[in-house]
């Protein structure tokens, strides 16, 4: 009765005005009918399975496999800031430096000789004696017996003079001595060194007037260092009462564990005695 | 070789306790590391190998110190030989306790003599009140590492040696 082709098209049609109604039935209805409980318990196991093995393996990667190129970031930050310590290191380096050597220059205006600067390059081999080495010698102008200064006061003198270096013997060696003067008094006595970080101030007269805290500076009159330096401070003052001099301990204004760049004094003007009018 | 090695290390150490050790805290008053050095050319190597040495670096201390010209040389000189003759008559080898008194021995007879200097050149009026102190922490430190610094100079020289000698084998055999 009716063709083939003919019921093909209406079971087609049927089936989609019963899926646009099924459709529209199942939208309104808020309940399920058990199927999707059925389909979640089975398949939500897999899924959480594959879930977490993807995120595992994920958090594999992205933890360790992943590190190694963190590493090498972390590799290349860690350099950067090694470089940027060391860079930092060496502005404050130059920061001290250039500290240091304003005071210099500062010192420097002040003193009306013609001196160099220096810079300390060894310490003596021994714990006995006390002298540095510094970059400076004969083809700059040094010869021995030349004073050598800092900002805060005497430093030594040459002692040995090659011809790019020289050696310089510290006011604290044992072997030094320079005349000076108690500042405020003006008693008169000569600094020798003990080889520790003090200096002695020998032969002031025990009817001078010497007491600690008393600034030392040079007299002038030893012929090696120019008048008014100064040399250090009266730290212990020892009476004996069968002596005629004070014992008199000094400590200098140079800290000579830290003696980094000096002056060396090239033209000391010198008490010229013989052709005084 | 071995002066290629001898030099390099005298140059290593009067380096470095010349320009590094003074400016390390502990350091500051350690013994003289060329005295471990000199036990060490003594005991080990030939006189007409180590005496060039021992006077080399007498003069080389002497120069960069600030002490009358001649001391180190006076030191270390009887001191290579006070070691010369004590091979003579003692079998001292590996033996680590006599090593190490007798780097010990060379600290204090280098103080003594520093010490006897002043005293007989009268440059200095007293001795300053830590002589005693840096003297027993002079020899204190050489009791504690003395014979460690002969050992170190003896394998490596030894080592530097071996690397020397493989190197034209090696090359013989290549070639």
Known sequence: MFSRKMVLIVGFIVLIAVNIIGLSVTSRRSTSFGIERIALSAIAPFQELVTRSLRFTRNIWRTYFYLVTIARVNQVLLQDLSQAVQNKNQWHETELANMRLRDLIDFQRNISERVVAAEVIGKDPSAWFKTVIIDKGEADGLTRGLPVVIAQGIAGQVIEVSNHYSKVMLIVDSNSAVDSLVQRTRARGVIKGESTDQCRLDYVLRKNDVRIGDTIVSSGLDGVYPKGLRIGFVSQVIEHNADIFHEVIVTPFVDFEKLEEVLVILEVQKHDWANRP | ?175
């Open chain 2, 1 to 175: 070789m071995s002066y290629f090695f001898n030099i390099s290390a005298c140059l290593f150490l009067v380096i470095l306790q010349t320009t590094v050790m003074p400016y390390i805290p502990l350091l500051d008053k350690f013994y003289d590391l060329l005295i471990p050095f000199i036990v060490y050319l003594g005991l080990s190597r030939p006189v007409r190998e180590s005496l060039p040495f021992v006077l080399f670096l007498g003069f080389i201390m002497d120069n960069l110190s600030g002490g009358p010209f001649g001391l180190y040389l006076t030191t270390y000189f009887w001191l290579y030989l006070g070691v010369i003759g004590i091979t003579m008559f003692i079998q001292v080898g590996n033996r680590l306790m006599i090593i190490t008194v007798v780097i010990a021995s060379g600290v204090l007879f280098e103080n003594l003599v520093l010490l006897g200097s002043f005293a007989i050149l009268k440059t200095r009026p007293q001795f300053a009140g830590n002589a005693v102190e840096i003297v027993a922490g002079q020899v204190l430190w050489a009791l504690l590492t003395g014979s460690l610094f002969l050992l170190f100079f003896r394998n490596t020289h030894r080592r530097i040696s071996l690397g020397f000698k493989r190197n034209p084998a090696r090359a013989r055999e290549q070639g």
